[in-house]
């Protein structure tokens, strides 16, 4: 028999992924995260947290803006360089494919 979580349970499970401190994306980890939603965003690496508010529905894998970006902006993710920036995002907002693209193309 599966185990449901309960709404305090949800709130401890970690929602956002953040890689290294100088990220401006972090990465979404459960499914059917929804616009409004404060999540719980976990650091791996210092395995601190902090909470952030979707702005948008977004599907799992799909990166969440950590601070406001525009268009131009160098996308930071693992503390590594992924790409830029070719819309704007609030934070909290979807990063993806309409906003962000890789810079070798």
């Given at each position: 028999?599966?185990?449901?979580?309960t709404r305090e349970d949800k709130?401890?499970?970690?929602?956002?992924?953040?890689?290294?401190?100088?990220?401006?994306?972090?990465?979404?980890?459960?499914?059917?995260l929804t616009a409004g939603t404060e999540m719980l965003c976990v650091v791996t690496a210092d395995n601190s947290?902090?909470?952030l508010t979707a702005k948008a529905d977004i599907p799992i894998g799909h990166?969440?803006?950590l601070k406001p970006l525009k268009a131009g902006?160098?996308?930071?993710?693992y503390g590594e360089d992924i790409g830029k920036m070719v819309g704007d995002a609030a934070v909290g907002g979807h990063v993806h494919t309409q906003?962000?693209?890789t810079k070798r193309w």
């Amino acid at each position: 028999m599966a185990v449901v979580p309960t709404r305090e349970d949800k709130v401890s499970i970690p929602q956002l992924l953040v890689h290294d401190r100088d990220d401006n994306v972090g990465v979404v980890v459960v499914e059917n995260l929804t616009a409004g939603t404060e999540m719980l965003c976990v650091v791996t690496a210092d395995n601190s947290d902090f909470r952030l508010t979707a702005k948008a529905d977004i599907p799992i894998g799909h990166k969440v803006a950590l601070k406001p970006l525009k268009a131009g902006d160098t996308v930071i993710k693992y503390g590594e360089d992924i790409g830029k920036m070719v819309g704007d995002a609030a934070v909290g907002g979807h990063v993806h494919t309409q906003n962000c693209k890789t810079k070798r193309w």
